[in-house]
DNA sequence: CGCCATCTTGACACGTATCAACAGGCGTGG
DNA sequence: CCACGCCTGTTGATACGTGTCAAGATGGCG
């Protein structure tokens, strides 16, 4: 079927049944390459509120997250905390070439992680420019990521803030919200959300009153319907959009 | 003398007399790919204020900072501001593999580039791994400095907002003083703020007033004293990092 | 069915923004 | 060389948004 796969019988069989094989960092891999990372990788299922990486511990592996959601985050010494980033499948996880990890993470829902040893990965990308390449796209994503958040944090209002944690975790959560929104259809969304309160809270630099209260006012000028306290429906993608400032 | 420039006579004038040309991007390059490079690039004097990249633009080129601060910031519809980075000399200046910018840059002070178009760094990207590696390192550096001040950004009080940027620019103008720190020395720095209150406000999320007030108390408190609106001393460092949250 | 964590709502306090006036430095031009 | 005006920064009075503290509602789950 597919040409790429012509070698699949030696593409290992964990390998051959993941999902987010292509489009992760393992799609810079060839089948030797796939055999060798397969030697060293377990795949791990934690439930969410899991601590993933502990702020200042070691740094002993990597991983690929290839379900759920993981929330990345700071804290002062204080107890003050901030969320710095989420990331979704097929996002990779972990600061390579760090000796002390500089954040913590935490499995904001239930998650499935490819685990790989540190000395392993970066022997890896040392040998092959294509991997590094694929990790440097996304530490450049990541980035942006973060700067736009910057903004955000910085600049918008309480109320603007929530609608953009909305629209960041509608667009992220269902793929198709974003192809709608270029194609200048007004269209409905419905999505869980993987944040306590707290943690939007934490992400949008708020306490968890100002983040209900924002989502009551988004309620009740109808722009968002709250079922259950974790499922949104966005009648009208746009509408939440001009929310966001 | 030193053995690596064995072949010193190879490496093209310009870059010869390059201060950041072991520190930067450029260290991972050979003499050949100097050259190569060198082709290219433009080494350019822009006077604080010059907008460098706008937001939004068609990335054209990149650049090396060789000297002064060059600052990077995002702008909603209506105008509110945010810095969401600083870039000091030797640090690479774009945003790779980009299509359009992201942020707009800004001279803060006056600086010195070295300019090299777009298609001319990416191929010798493609042909050096090593230069993507560098690329790759400094991107994790911004992403961690990102995530940094998205901390400072949500959870700091404005009266950490202003020690955490004195304290930020501090230790990126004068190398010294993060050694010093180090050494447990509470030593005194003395340095010229590159930015402006306002520039500074951007930063910080924060108003040009509220900026002002902040450093007049940490004045009255006998933490800085400030020569000229722009001189900062700082007479313990160690009392300024404890304001810094 | 009832408990517990999570979320919502309300009253009030506090920090920062806003608006306004003023001070100082610096270059320009008389 | 001083006078003027402009730009930048400071200081003050007040307003507003968000935080804090407290009570109550809701929903998940045993």
Not at 70 to 79: A, F, H, I, N, Y
Not at 202 to 229: A, P, W, Y
Request: glycine share 6%; hydrophobic share 40%.
């Amino acid at each position: 079927m597919d040409r790429l796969d012509i070698h699949n019988s030696e593409v290992p069989a964990l390998c051959r049944s993941c999902e987010v094989r292509h489009k992760g960092i393992c799609g810079a891999l060839d089948a030797a390459q796939l055999l060798t990372l397969s030697k060293h990788t377990q795949q791990v299922r934690q439930s969410a509120g899991t601590e993933l990486i502990a702020d200042d511990s070691e740094i002993r592996s990597y991983a690929n997250v290839m379900r759920g959601v993981v929330k990345l985050s700071k804290m002062l010494e204080d107890g003050r905390q901030q969320v710095v980033g989420l990331q979704f499948a097929p996002d990779f996880l972990g600061r390579l070439y760090g000796k002390q990890n500089t954040v913590s993470a935490e499995a904001a829902s239930d998650v499935e992680l490819c685990r790989i040893p540190k000395p392993a990965l970066e022997r890896l990308v040392q040998d092959c420019p294509e991997l590094e390449h694929k990790l440097h796209e996304q530490a450049l994503r990541e980035l942006d990521d973060a700067r736009g958040w910057m903004l955000t944090l910085g600049r918008k209002t309480a109320a603007e803030k929530v609608a953009s944690f909305l629209w960041l975790i509608a667009t992220h959560i269902d793929p198709a919200a974003e192809a709608s929104r270029q194609m200048e259809t007004a269209s409905t969304i419905k999505f869980d959300l993987p944040l306590s309160r707290a943690d939007i809270a934490d992400f949008l630099g708020l306490t968890i009153e100002t983040v209900s209260r924002q989502l009551t006012k988004l309620r009740r000028d109808g722009v968002i319907e709250v079922i259950n306290n974790r499922t949104v429906v966005v009648p009208d993608t746009e509408r939440l959009e001009l929310r966001c400032g």
